[in-house]
Structure formats: structure tokens, C-alpha cells
């Protein structure tokens, strides 16, 4: 049995929900955001398409928060996404503040529930979530870097994607580092190909910033992708993701992706199997982010202050 919130039905949020629902990771499922009659009429778009497909999942689109109630896993989308131009770490402070006010009200009603950060700085939100709800927060992470890094390498290559292996780490965007000592393609070492790294690493940097500029956001491949970390844990799958989990840090928790066993329960993280060189650019990820983190903090008590 599997009850899923969604918090946030713009763009990502109503991806990730419908890819979540027709792949059989949900068995409930209560849809929340702020726009007044957008989860609901979202639900009549959900009950429409399941009807084709013959789907019987309960689902309800709601305004109010107290319906979100005895959910397993709640995935958190809602929040501003970045325009053309921007970083994602340009909207911490805003998005900060959604997850301090949901934070607060969430954990009461959901008791065991195990949150996913979608709502960008993914990462740096989910340990703001954490942090002021005391509840275990996963983050989306670098799964999607790990499929945009194998869908590349499969169509340079012109091997079938299912023949690349490996992942992305680090913090989710500018920051991702590709994981090479990870990387096999028909289970061979990639050095064995004739590959660009820098064009690979490339890639997974610009295409998201690229596919915002035309296309105003990106949504089926991070909702299918992030839809499959859902049902990794609701199926129990122990599929291996480059998901962030919490780590401790300097006394603070923070989230940076490595690969992690991603089931009913999550976790171990394989970080400790990579090469030396891919672990050290783990580390620096980790100080790098714990850098940039405590400064965002700092921003944000002063935006409340002010
Ligand atoms: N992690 C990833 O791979 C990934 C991929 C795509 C988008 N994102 C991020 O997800 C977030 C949403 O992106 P989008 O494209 O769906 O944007 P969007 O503007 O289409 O949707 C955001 C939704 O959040 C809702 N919202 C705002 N405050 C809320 C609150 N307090 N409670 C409930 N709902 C609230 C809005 O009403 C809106 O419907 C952004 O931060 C974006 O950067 C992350």
C-alpha cells in the first residue's frame, strides 16, 4: 500500500504525479497547491486518463493542506523554477521559505512519511526541509544528470541506452560532477571508446538550461526520472540512484548525490566502492555545498528579519 502526497501541481509536480501513477508506484494519491482549483481540475485531467487505461488509484487534487494525511512518501515540487538565466541557488531564499512554512505544518498529520525534495536548489532544499522538520528528507538529486549523462553517451556511442552504466554526483546542476570511474558501456570501461568527457560533462550542465529556453521548463525527463525514484521505494526495487541523502556535516545536515540503494529503506550509498578521484570530487562537493549553504542560511534569517 502506498499513499502518496504531492505537494506543488505546476509543471513538475503534475509530471512527476501522472508518470508516478501509470507506472503502478501509487496506490493513493492526494495532489495540493495554492492555485485556487488547479489540483482539482488537475484531477478530473488524472481520472480522464485513467479511465483509458483502465487505473483505479484514489486520487483527490485539494487547496487545503489538512488533506494531506497518512501519506507514506511525499514528494515536494512546490516552489518558483528558475527562468531563463538563472541558477538554481538564485531562488533559495524563496523557495527557503516555502519549505520552512511546510516544514511546520506537514510532519504533524504524516508520521513516518519519508520526504523527496523536487522544488530547486533541490538539494539545499531538502536540507532546509530537513532541518525545520525534523523528518528523513531525500533529495531527487543527480538521477537526472546520471539519465541525461547516459542518454548522451548511448546516442554518441549509437549503443542502446540500457548498455550505459554509471552515475552523476555531487550537487543537482552546475555543480554535478560525472562520476567516470562508474561509467561502462556494453560493460566495458568507457576509456575503451573513443568519448569526449568535457562534451559528456557538458551536456549534462547545459541541455536542462537549454530546454528551459525554449521549452519553459523541463519536466518529462526529470518527472519520469523522479517518478521512478518514487517507485523505487514504494515497490521496494533497491534500484541503485544518484540520489542525496542526509549526511552530517560540521554539525549541519546536507544533501549531495552519490549512489545509494534506493528501496523501503534507503540506502547504503556505494560512494565508499568509487575510485579515489570521484570520491575526492564528492568531498569537495561537500564542502562546496556546505559553503554556499551556510551563506544561503544566512540570507535567509535576514530576509526574514527585514
Ligand atoms: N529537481 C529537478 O530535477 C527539477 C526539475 C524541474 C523543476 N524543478 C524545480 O521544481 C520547482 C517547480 O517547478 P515547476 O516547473 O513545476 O514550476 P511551476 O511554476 O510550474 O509550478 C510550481 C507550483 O508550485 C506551487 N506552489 C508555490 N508555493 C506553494 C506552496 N506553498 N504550497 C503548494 N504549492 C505551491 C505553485 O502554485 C505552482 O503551481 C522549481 O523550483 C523548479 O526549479 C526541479
Known amino acids: 500500500m502506498s499513499k502518496v502526497g504531492f505537494i506543488g501541481a505546476g509543471k513538475i509536480g503534475q509530471t512527476i504525479a501522472y508518470s508516478a501513477m501509470v507506472s503502478g508506484a501509487v496506490d493513493e494519491a492526494i495532489i495540493y497547491d ?4 488547479l489540483p482539482e481540475k488537475y484531477e478530473h485531467e488524472l481520472r480522464h486518463a485513467f479511465a483509458t487505461k483502465g487505473i483505479k488509484i484514489e486520487v483527490l487534487g485539494t487547496n487545503s493542506l489538512d488533506d494531506v494525511a497518512g501519506m507514506d512518501m511525499v514528494v515536494i515540487s512546490a516552489g518558483k523554477p528558475r527562468k531563463p ?3 538554481r541557488r538564485d531562488l533559495f531564499v524563496d523557495n527557503a521559505k516555502i519549505m520552512m512554512d511546510l516544514a511546520q505544518k506537514l ?6 512519511a519519508i520526504y523527496l525534495m523536487v522544488a530547486n536548489p533541490v538539494d ?5 526541509f530537513m532541518k525545520f522538520s525534523k523528518q528523513f528528507t531525500i533529495s531527487a538529486g543527480d538521477q ?3 539519465m541525461r549523462m547516459r542518454s548522451f553517451i548511448a546516442k554518441k556511442l549509437k549503443v542502446p541506452v540500457t548498455r550505459v552504466d554509471g552515475f552523476v554526483g555531487g550537487e543537482h546542476g552546475e555543480d554535478a560532477v560525472v562520476l567516470w570511474s562508474t561509467v561502462k558501456v556494453n560493460r566495458e570501461p568507457v576509456e575503451k571508446y573513443n568519448l569526449n568527457k568535457d562534451e559528456v560533462s557538458d551536456y549534462v550542465k547545459k541541455i536542462p538550461g537549454e530546454i528551459i529556453r525554449v521549452i519553459g521548463g523541463t519536466t518529462w525527463g526529470p518527472g519520469t526520472i523522479i517518478a521512478d ?3 523505487s521505494v514504494s515497490l521496494g526495487e533497491n534500484r541503485v540512484m544518484s540520489i542525496a541523502t542526509p549526511k552530517e556535516y560540521e554539525g549541519e ?3 549531495v548525490s552519490a549512489p545509494t540503494v534506493v528501496g523501503a529503506s534507503i540506502g547504503p550509498s556505494l560512494e565508499s566502492l568509487l575510485d579515489e578521484k570521484d570520491r575526492w570530487h564528492l568531498n569537495a562537493a561537500m564542502k562546496d555545498f556546505y559553503e554556499v549553504y551556510k551563506e544561503n542560511l544566512k540570507q535567509l534569517e535576514q530576509a526574514l528579519k527585514a
Open 34 to 37: 495554492i492555485i485556487p482549483e
Open 85 to 87: 538565466g538563472m541558477s
Open 107 to 112: 510532519p504533524q498529520k504524516n508520521p513516518g
Open 124 to 128: 539545499m532544499m531538502a536540507s532546509v
Open 144 to 146: 537526472v544528470e546520471t
Open 229 to 231: 525514484i518514487i517507485k
Open 253 to 255: 545536515i546536507i544533501h
